[in-house]
């Protein structure tokens, strides 16, 4: 009989110079983050913020991103302790804006300005008010939580986790930017690394679910651009600039807004689920893994939200109020449709997927009506769905990773053997329905007092999404954890174990805390959304 091969020793681990060469970058970054946090925390919270603080925000997931990369390959698994180490800084950071921001003065705050291309009128220019300080908030929350959900990734850890973070890298210099340039910049690096998170990491038909998102959104960035050169090449400022307080003082002729506001509107509406534009996104969602799901629904849409409401409405104010009752009218269908489309669903995934398109309904809704009442519920929209959608994402990454099937049929009575699943999901659920004492409930609550102050029958018949909302949410909370154990295969499958916990309590406490308070948050958000209605009450044609 012949010997079986006998394999090769593993080969022996370097030593010396080249191996603390290999952790230079991990060296570096904590250097870099241990400095960064001295230089936030030295001077306290004083309103207005110290300057730096925004550059530091984006620096961070970006010198992790780079750090991971440049880890050996035998010791790749430490990228997930880099990248937790990075978003628990990233979400320390936003709390500092968010928490710093002065919302008295109000206005830009954390302001910092440096020329970078000269000859293009393109400056290095970040700074934030309450919308965009609430956004990084959202932001911070999301990646850390993200991060903790995809612990157990154990294929290729060093690149999943690199481009995790290159990606927040963008989304926080989206929130950030005051540069038109700059904003469209970190927008593609927002987008583009979410072909190879889906491509590679996904389920299901996952290559034709990145090609898909890849495509539906190059082609919004190319309408967006287009928008973006229009306002540059005519706003008349001598010489030319990117600078978004110059665009916004400029005065379009009222033909160009409402010529060019369509291309704005759409090309963010992709972005944001708007109908019919939307079908990229329940396939994105289904196939991407549990931190992309969390990022894509939970932050990624809302980039098209905040692209309409700080281009579109802040620097063509008359396109938008020639455009928006027009517009209106789509949301109801987006409110609806996704809601009665959630109910047809079987894979939990593409419950939670239809629901965000009908979520974001009401956030464009609010955005629509142009008063106070409707754009700072959309805003308020934003953060608790995201909040929100988070948690669902992560749960329902969760349960799959225990049962391996994502088909409601499969469940049922799953609350037997995993109570604290059940009762997060129950939490996220009421949330989605929009009961009182949680941050749904008061974001829904303005929105639809701002529809009716603007299009009373509009907000009637989005109000139907309600009550759909509420049937498929509490079908699948029947469905899949009430009632006996249908499966024996599940009767063994472990609860939440500490870290699952950490990611879901997290998000769950500013569900309920935005819930049961919500005048910081609203206040906040205010502050911002006061500048804007200025700004469209005023107009912008001569």
């Known amino acids: 009989m012949t010997p079986p091969p006998v394999s090769a020793p593993p080969p022996p681990p370097v030593r010396g110079p080249m191996a603390l060469l290999s952790w230079a970058p991990v060296v570096a970054v904590t250097a870099a983050l241990g400095w960064f946090l001295g230089t936030q925390f030295m001077g306290g919270l004083e309103p207005g913020g110290s300057p730096g603080c925004l550059s530091c925000l984006l620096a961070v997931p970006a010198a992790c991103a780079l750090a991971i990369m440049g880890l050996p390959k035998r010791h790749e698994r430490a990228s997930k302790w880099i990248a937790a180490a990075g978003s628990l800084v990233s979400l320390v950071l936003s709390v500092r804006v968010a928490v710093g921001y002065g919302i008295a003065a109000g206005g830009l705050q954390f302001v910092e300005r440096a020329s970078w291309i000269p000859s293009l009128g393109v400056s290095w220019s970040l700074a934030a008010d309450g919308i965009s300080a609430s956004m990084l908030l959202l932001t911070g929350v999301v990646i850390f939580t993200g991060c903790l959900a995809s612990w157990d990734v154990d294929r290729r850890p060093k690149e999943f986790f690199s ?228 948690l669902f994402f992560a749960l329902v990454g969760f349960t799959y990773g225990r049962t391996h099937t994502r088909m409601i049929g499969e469940y049922g009575g799953l609350g037997k053997v995993t109570p604290a699943i059940a009762v997060f999901f129950t939490l996220g659920g009421l949330a989605s329905l929009g009961l009182p004492g949680l941050s749904g409930f008061v974001a829904e609550f303005m929105v639809f007092v701002g529809a009716w102050r603007a299009f009373p029958v509009i907000a009637v018949l989005a109000a139907a999404g309600i009550v759909f909302t509420a049937a498929y949410v509490l079908r699948v909370l029947q469905r899949c954890f009430w009632g006996p154990l249908k499966n024996p ?54």
């Open 163 to 390: 481009l995790l973070m290159l990606l927040v890298t963008g989304v926080f210099g989206v929130f950030a930017s005051q540069d038109l340039f700059l904003f469209f910049l970190f927008y593609e690096l927002a987008v583009l690394p979410m072909y190879l998170l889906i491509g590679i990491w996904g389920t299901g038909p996952r290559e034709y679910s990145a090609m898909k998102l890849t495509l539906y959104l190059l082609w919004g960035s190319a309408l967006m651009l287009v928008g973006i050169l229009a306002l540059y090449f005519t706003s008349g400022a001598q010489p030319a600039a990117f600078d978004m307080g110059v665009l916004r003082a400029a005065a379009y002729p009222r033909g160009f807004q409402a010529f060019f506001f369509p291309f704005v509107f759409i090309g963010f509406g992709t972005l944001a689920g708007f109908w019919p534009l939307h079908t990229w996104s329940p396939d994105g969602h289904a196939s991407a893994p549990t931190a992309v799901s969390m990022l894509h629904a939970g932050v990624l849409m809302k980039l098209g939200a905040y692209g309409i409401i700080r281009i579109g409405l802040e620097m063509m104010p008359d396109g938008a109020r020639m455009w928006m009752p027009w517009l209106a009218v789509f949301t109801v269908v987006n409110v609806t449709y996704g809601a009665l489309v959630a109910m047809a669903q079987q894979d939990l995934k593409y419950v939670i997927a239809y629901s965000s398109v009908s979520h974001m309904g009401l956030v464009i809704l609010g955005i629509a009506t142009l008063n106070d009442a409707g754009l700072n519920g959309a805003v308020l929209q934003m953060f608790s769905h995201g909040i929100m959608t988070a």
């Open 489 to 542: 295969a599940f009767a063994n499958i472990k609860d939440l174990n500490g870290v699952e916990l950490a990611c879901l309590s997290i998000l769950s406490l500013f569900l309920v805390g935005v819930g049961l308070v919500p005048g910081p948050l609203v206040r906040l958000i205010n502050s911002g959304v006061a500048q804007v209605l200025v700004k469209t009450a005023a107009g912008g044609g001569p």
